[in-house]
């Protein structure tokens, strides 16, 4: 790959000088996030010659930052908080699937051309095909949360033919407002009727932030589940949050976060680096040595 021209000025790509494929995670803050190490796991697994790199964005310095990196030729990069929507209008060209679920998590560059994709939908599907793999023959999912990941696990619930969705969450304005994006399959719940339906559901997936550390713990009690309920929670910091805790204690099958996680970098490092990547249980282990209780 050609590196056409490097202003000045941006700190660590001032000293590129090879051609190596170089990859990167745009975000504010990012330095916590995790997928450093799991890149670097891959490509040291691998034996390749690439690289990929934090690269602390403020959002007013996005633009600038895309255009010295497409300057430069760069592999591509994955795409955080708070830069998913707004990285939409600097991409030449975006897949169907980010545009169904309003966000773009993953970059590439091929011929000049900047591409977007969001790779959330395989992290969440592949997580459960791993894990459970009779989720693809279910009909009733129940989705707790209604914000950006919400929307992505809805879009990968429809395309598995997931004909009735229920979605709960504390404000039933935004619920009805995502519903309305799937209005056949998705119905918007209120919070205090989730319980009920539980006996319906084939899968629950809890998409809020309640149980992660530091927020408030997320209260559904599962005893009138259906004893071959699915439970995932796509929270991982814990790996073991309540919810997974009452689902194992009950019998359930309980798949934590973590693997969508790790899957859903799977296909950006394939764009990059030309070899499509394992999640292996020694890729498990080393990200989870680092999760807190
Ligand atoms: P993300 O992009 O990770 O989905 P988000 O868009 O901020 O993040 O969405 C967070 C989700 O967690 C929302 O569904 C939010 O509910 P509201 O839409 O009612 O805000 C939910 N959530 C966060 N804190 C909550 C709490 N204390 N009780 C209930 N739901 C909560």
């Known amino acids: 790959m050609a590196i056409v021209g490097r202003p000045s000025g941006f700190g660590i790509f001032d000293e590129m000088t090879d051609l190596m494929q170089r990859a990167y995670i745009l975000g504010w803050p990012v330095k916590h996030s995790r997928s450093p190490k799991i890149h670097g796991y891959w490509l040291k697994q691998l034996g390749l010659e690439g690289s990929y790199e934090l690269c602390e964005t403020p959002p007013d310095t996005l633009a600038d930052t895309v255009a010295v990196l497409k300057a430069q030729g760069f592999a591509g990069a994955n795409v955080t908080v708070p830069h998913k929507e707004a990285i939409f209008a600097l991409c030449d060209t975006v897949t169907s699937q980010a545009k169904s679920v309003g966000a773009v998590n993953t970059l590439w560059l091929e011929g000049g051309i900047l591409h977007g994709d969001n790779t959330d939908l395989y992290g969440f599907s592949q997580n459960l095909t791993d894990f459970a793999p009779q989720w693809q023959s279910g009909k009733t999912a129940m989705v707790l949360g209604a914000g950006g990941a919400a929307r992505a696990i809805l879009y990968a619930l429809v395309q598995n033919k997931y004909d009735k969705i229920l979605l709960v969450n504390r404000n039933l304005e935004r619920a009805q407002k995502l519903a309305a994006l799937w209005p056949d399959q998705v119905t918007p ?9 539980l006996k319906e559901t084939d899968l629950l997936i809890n998409a809020t932030s309640l149980g992660m550390h530091g927020q408030p713990p997320l209260l559904i009690d599962l ?22 805790k009452q689902a194992k ?3 359930l099958t309980a798949i934590d976060g ?9 296909p950006g490092f394939s764009r ?3 070899h499509t990547p394992q999640v292996t ?13």
């Open 189 to 197: 719940l209120d919070w205090a009727v989730a319980q009920t339906r």
């Open 223 to 244: 005893a009138s589940a259906n004893p071959t309920l699915i439970v995932n929670d796509i929270v991982y910091v814990p790996m073991q949050t309540n919810l997974l």
């Open 249 to 251: 204690d009950r019998g």
């Open 258 to 266: 973590l693997g969508m996680l790790l899957n859903q970098a799977v």
């Open 272 to 274: 990059w680096f030309g």
């Open 281 to 293: 249980p020694e890729l498990r282990m080393l990200i989870a040595r680092d999760i807190p209780e």
